[in-house]
């Protein structure tokens, strides 16, 4: 029930803000959904995908990736005119990362898609930082014992990606095939590929 909560104030926040917005003349209620609709239009999985298929497949852009995620997605065209610092987290054979954001459901739009609803529910914002072997498992991730699982926790000023391991077996697939093969889930760390 506090979700609903926090939705509906959250909600009548928005509401308010676009009022003001309009009774300011800043902006009218019809060119404020039509950069609501721009900004969603653009904001996708797949442009992840393609990160992570541009990392596998170049090294020098993996490396710039791992540096300043900000820096080099917008070599491809994300995160022209974002304000966030965008950290991308690998992981190993050893290490396993995983997203979450305890405070609301802050999260890279544009790269991920609009996110998940079990992201923004408190059950998982507050369970996954304290047990993420447990809750990856209710998701079907099973992760060797000797796996470490880091938590990272996005704020309004940084949000993280995951860059899933490679699968075995996709050397001779093109950016686009490998592009594919990459899911919202494996971005927010709580799958594999």
Same mark, same amino acid.
């Given at each position: 029930?506090?979700?609903?909560?926090?939705?509906?104030?959250?909600?009548?926040?928005?509401?308010? +803000?676009?009022?003001?917005?309009?009774?300011?003349?800043?902006?009218?209620?019809? /060119?404020?959904? $039509? @950069?609501?609709?721009?900004?969603?239009?653009?904001? *996708?999985?797949?442009?992840?995908?393609? @990160?992570?298929?541009?990392?596998?497949?170049?090294?020098?852009?993996?490396?710039?990736?791992?540096?300043?995620?900000?820096?080099? @997605?917008?070599?491809?065209?994300?995160?022209?005119?974002?304000?966030? =610092?965008?950290?991308?987290?690998?992981?190993?054979?050893?290490?396993?990362?995983?997203?979450?954001?305890?405070?609301?459901?802050?999260?890279?739009?544009?790269?991920?898609?609009?996110?998940?609803?079990?992201?923004?529910?408190?059950?998982?914002? *507050?369970?996954?930082?304290?047990?993420?072997? @447990?809750?990856?498992?209710?998701?079907?991730?099973? +992760?060797?014992? !000797?796996?470490?699982?880091?938590?990272?926790?996005?704020?309004?000023?940084?949000?993280?990606?995951?860059?899933? =391991?490679?699968?075995?077996?996709?050397? *001779?697939?093109?950016?686009? $095939?490998?592009? /594919?093969?990459?899911?919202?889930?494996?971005?927010? !760390?709580?799958?594999?590929?």
């Amino acid at each position: 029930m506090s979700g609903d909560h926090d939705d509906a104030l959250i909600s009548r926040r928005v509401r308010r +803000l676009e009022t003001l917005l309009e009774e300011k003349g800043v902006l009218s209620g019809g /060119a404020l959904d $039509e @950069v609501i609709d721009a900004f969603m239009a653009g904001a *996708s999985p797949a442009n992840g995908a393609r @990160v992570v298929a541009r990392a596998w497949t170049d090294p020098g852009f993996r490396s710039r990736l791992l540096a300043d995620g900000t820096e080099a @997605v917008r070599e491809l065209g994300f995160m022209e005119g974002s304000y966030q =610092r965008l950290r991308v987290v690998e992981n190993t054979e050893t290490l396993h990362n995983v997203i979450v954001c305890t405070l609301c459901s802050c999260y890279p739009l544009r790269l991920l898609g609009p996110s998940p609803s079990w992201y923004k529910s408190e059950s998982y914002r *507050s369970r996954v930082v304290r047990e993420p072997r @447990v809750v990856l498992g209710e998701f079907g991730l099973s +992760l060797p014992d !000797g796996t470490e699982i880091t938590v990272w926790d996005s704020s309004a000023e940084t949000r993280y990606m995951v860059l899933p =391991r490679r699968p075995s077996g996709t050397e *001779s697939l093109t950016e686009e $095939e490998l592009a /594919a093969l990459v899911t919202r889930n494996a971005l927010i !760390g709580t799958a594999a590929l």
